[in-house]
């Protein structure tokens, strides 16, 4: 493996190479703006890129901070966010809320910021999460019907800036079966996928318990897609991907010491449905994964 430190130049012409690769917009001045504002972090953190299926769909890259920062402060005074955003106050509200909690930032390789995550620092149930002051009643009045169907902890949650929407990542207590998704599906009115999706979904999630994600509504509550997330797939294995995310896996650069790819299945109302994709690039991201109690298809071993 090439050396796994954070390299501005590297980084710009992987990303442009990336980009070209995937069909996806890309603009140079606002990646070079996003580095010199939170040069810090990409340096101290690890480093992924993520995409979709969807023909033309954004490549997305993210650093993890390994330590407590106000991201959105300086995303404020950067004018990459506007101040006092209601989704910028809900950050605000789930990072104060424990004591080690970190940001984590999301760009688009074309537009600069686009979401940020708060790693609560551990398991959190769901009722401190979303009981305290800041949280809109429409979102907090989910946690009657989150509890009811097993969805207890809470390990990360975000905020979309473009879409006005928030995330609640949970983590299940058991593996995937086919009633569970059935009930977990329910929330957004999504349907069973066809055999084949669901015997990869089985195969590839973490059987002990896995990351399921609820992206609602900041203004009104209203749940719009749910996701199953496979983090850290087997080496060479993948589940059934289209030709957008073979390349993405196969031609876009990973420099870290550990290699890691993962997918999630997202569901909408009805069939809507598409596949998303992550994949580390440097910073030791399997390792930090491991600290924070993701959990993953193929665990952390140590000698």
């Known amino acids: 493996m090439s050396t796994i430190e954070f390299s ?3 980084f710009l012409a992987d990303i442009e190479t990336s980009a070209d690769i995937l069909g996806a917009d890309y603009c140079a001045p606002m990646t070079r703006r996003v580095l010199d504002v939170f040069e810090e972090s990409f340096h101290r953190g690890a480093v992924l890129w993520r995409t979709t299926d969807r023909p033309g769909g ?3 890259y993210r650093f993890y901070e ?3 920062l106000d991201t959105v402060c300086i995303a404020e005074r950067a004018g990459f966010i506007p101040a006092r955003s209601p989704a910028a106050g809900l950050i605000r509200a789930w990072s104060g809320l424990y004591a080690g909690s970190r940001e984590l930032c999301d760009f688009d390789s074309a537009q ?3 979401k940020t995550w708060v790693y609560l620092d551990g398991r959190r149930p769901v009722e401190e999460v979303l009981d305290t002051r800041g949280i809109p009643d429409p979102i907090r009045r989910h946690e009657s019907r989150f509890r009811e169907l097993g969805l207890t902890v809470v390990r990360n949650v975000a905020v979309d800036y473009q879409q006005g929407t928030a995330n609640l990542y949970f983590r299940t207590g058991e593996g995937i079966d086919a009633g569970s998704t059935k009930r977990l599906l329910a929330l957004s009115g999504g349907t ?3 055999a084949r999706t669901f015997g990869d979904m089985l195969a590839f999630t973490a059987p002990g318990g896995y990351t399921f994600s609820v992206t609602l509504r900041i203004d009104t509550g209203r749940i719009e897609r749910v996701g199953f997330y496979a983090l850290r797939l087997p080496a060479g294995r993948f589940p059934h991907i289209g030709g957008r995310l073979a390349t993405f896996f ?5 420099h870290d010491d550990a290699e890691m790819n993962a997918v999630a299945w997202s569901f909408g109302s009805g069939n809507r449905r598409y596949m998303k994709a992550e994949r580390s690039y440097c910073g030791r991201l399997v390792a930090l994964m491991h600290d924070c109690d ?3 298809t193929v665990p952390v071993m140590h000698s």
């Open 8 to 10: 501005p130049s590297r």
């Open 58 to 60: 954004a490549l997305n």
């Open 66 to 68: 390994r330590r407590p």
């Open 112 to 114: 600069g910021l686009v």
């Open 192 to 194: 069973m996928p066809d």
């Open 250 to 254: 196969d031609r876009v650069p990973s």
């Open 294 to 296: 993701s959990p993953m």
